[in-house]
């Protein structure tokens, strides 16, 4: 099953095209890495009542995320035991105090624990105590880190605490920005497929030198107009937004990029595209009031541009959205756009993340569909097999190492290059149900 040694295929700021092409390598790294990770499931939420579920995939692994009892969340697999259903759709409901297969009626509790079956007496003696099936639903690993929900598919593994570290730093900046320090997911996310690797995604978050080139006829345009039009009074919302993209490359330079281990990264040390807009006074005096003058001005400061939560979550805690990379193939991915409300702050904030989700992250965009047209390309180009390797090595040195928190010039690629590293480190054979219990 194993394709190579991971190792081989990434080395000194290049990594071969196989990883973006190769279906063996594909299944690797859905055996193995989206196993060995803490994969964002959901939002807490998504689940506000006991029995509200969330059904998605981890991976290739179909996994729902339900609310419990207790008031806790966890994730389990959706999978009967019995004889394979999906216990649920993909989307999401209420199970109500338990999950009931539709095949065989097969009764579950919402921690995935064996309620009932059907005609028990037929399985007198039939050694269905030592089956798998007698154990329920299989359960996966989850951490729920200020109501986002994320679990790992491995038995055994790296800790939360230890795969994030400061990363965390980003999603508190995305609750805090919260007077009530609670987030609601805002309705359901863009979703759209996108005929290329998820990893050409992920690299795209901090990849600083793409916004004057890709970008230049989309928000060049809108720099046009707006400049045509006098650029009188104050900003369109769309203008405010659109209009960073078409920064000069000293201030993408200047913005900085922090990365951590495991792959975890964010472009906008010093400021970013989201550092200028215009906050409503009731906004800014519901901060203050929550959290104080000082403190609250030090979390709006902190104006983060993409943060990469390794392997495929991407946050933007200044605009408060998400996005998902879905893989379901080597050049198939399903990517996802969510919105989050900020619990006490007024709908114009909503209103501005909504509108960049549209404007900035659809393929139908403005910008986004800049970027799409990129990936696609380069899904085709990488079918050229006499040149292997794909270039990372602005601002690379050897010997670079990222087993610690970093700061480095914008331009770098070094994030890009922070993720390969941890992509070989998680492409290690998974420890999976099935081999503990052997
Ligand atoms: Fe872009």
């Keep these: 099953m194993t394709y190579a040694d991971p190792s081989d295929l990434v080395r000194g700021g290049e990594v071969h095209r196989d990883l973006f092409v190769d279906q063996k390598l594909f299944d690797q790294e859905m055996s193995n890495l989206f196993a060995n990770c803490w994969v964002y499931v959901g939002h807490e939420s998504q689940v506000p009542k006991r029995g509200d579920y969330y059904a998605t995939t981890i991976g290739s692994q179909p996994v729902i995320m339900v609310r419990q009892k207790d008031g806790t969340v966890k994730v389990i697999y959706n999978r009967c035991p019995h004889r394979g259903v999906q216990l649920?759709?993909?989307?999401?409901?209420?199970?109500?105090?338990?999950?009931?297969?539709?095949?065989?009626?097969?009764?579950?509790?919402?921690?995935?624990?064996?309620f009932g079956v059907p005609v028990k007496d037929g399985y007198k003696e039939s050694g269905f105590s030592e089956s798998c099936a007698s154990h329920g639903i299989e359960g996966v690993a989850t951490h729920v880190y200020r109501q986002f929900v994320f679990a790992r598919l491995a038995r055994e593994g790296i800790g939360f605490e230890e795969f994030f570290g400061e990363s965390?730093?980003?999603?508190d900046n995305m609750v805090d920005r919260s007077p009530e320090g609670r987030l609601e997911v805002a309705g359901a996310p863009l979703r759209y497929m996108h005929y290329c690797n998820w990893k050409m995604l992920v690299d795209n978050q901090t990849d600083t030198f793409h916004p004057m080139i890709a970008h230049e006829s989309s928000a060049g345009t809108v720099r046009k107009i707006w400049e045509e039009s006098g650029a009188q009074g104050p900003k369109p919302m769309v203008v405010e937004v659109v209009l960073p993209f078409t920064a000069k490359h000293e201030?993408?330079?200047?913005?900085?990029?922090?990365?951590?281990?495991?792959?975890?990264?964010?472009?906008?040390?010093?400021?970013?595209?989201?550092?200028?807009?215009?906050?409503?006074k009731e906004y800014t005096?519901?901060?203050?009031?929550?959290?104080?003058?000082?403190r609250a001005e030090a979390i709006l400061q902190e104006a983060r541009h993409n943060t990469v939560y390794f392997p495929n979550m991407t946050m933007k805690g200044a605009i408060q959205t998400l996005r998902l990379f879905k893989p379901l193939g080597?050049?198939?991915?399903?990517?996802?756009?969510?919105?989050?409300?900020?619990?006490?702050?007024?709908?114009?904030?909503?209103?501005?993340?909504?509108?960049?989700?549209?404007?900035?992250?659809?393929?139908?965009?403005?910008?986004?569909?800049d970027d799409l047209e990129m990936y696609e390309r380069a899904q085709q180009g990488l079918k050229v097999s006499a040149t292997p390797w794909v270039n990372y090595q602005r601002e690379f040195h050897p010997g670079e190492r990222y087993d610690s928190t970093q700061l480095w010039s914008g331009q770098s690629?070094?994030?890009?290059?922070?993720?390969?590293?941890?992509?070989?480190?998680?492409?290690?054979p998974a420890v999976s149900g099935e081999e503990v219990q052997a």
């Design 88 to 114: 649920v759709n993909e989307g999401h409901g209420s199970v109500g105090p338990m999950f009931r297969c539709p095949y065989h009626a097969w009764t579950f509790n919402t921690d995935g624990s064996l």
């Design 168 to 171: 965390l730093t980003t999603i």
């Design 251 to 280: 201030f993408y330079v200047e913005m900085g990029i922090r990365t951590w281990p495991n792959g975890h990264g964010h472009t906008g040390t010093k400021y970013s595209i989201h550092s200028d807009y215009t906050l409503p």
């Design 285 to 294: 005096d519901a901060m203050e009031a929550a959290y104080g003058a000082e």
């Design 330 to 369: 080597p050049d198939r991915t399903l990517v996802e756009s969510w919105v989050f409300r900020l619990a006490g702050a007024p709908d114009e904030l909503l209103e501005r993340s909504a509108l960049y989700n549209r404007l900035i992250n659809s393929p139908t965009s403005i910008v986004g569909h």
């Design 413 to 428: 690629e070094v994030q890009m290059r922070n993720q390969y590293d941890a992509w070989v480190k998680f492409m290690k």
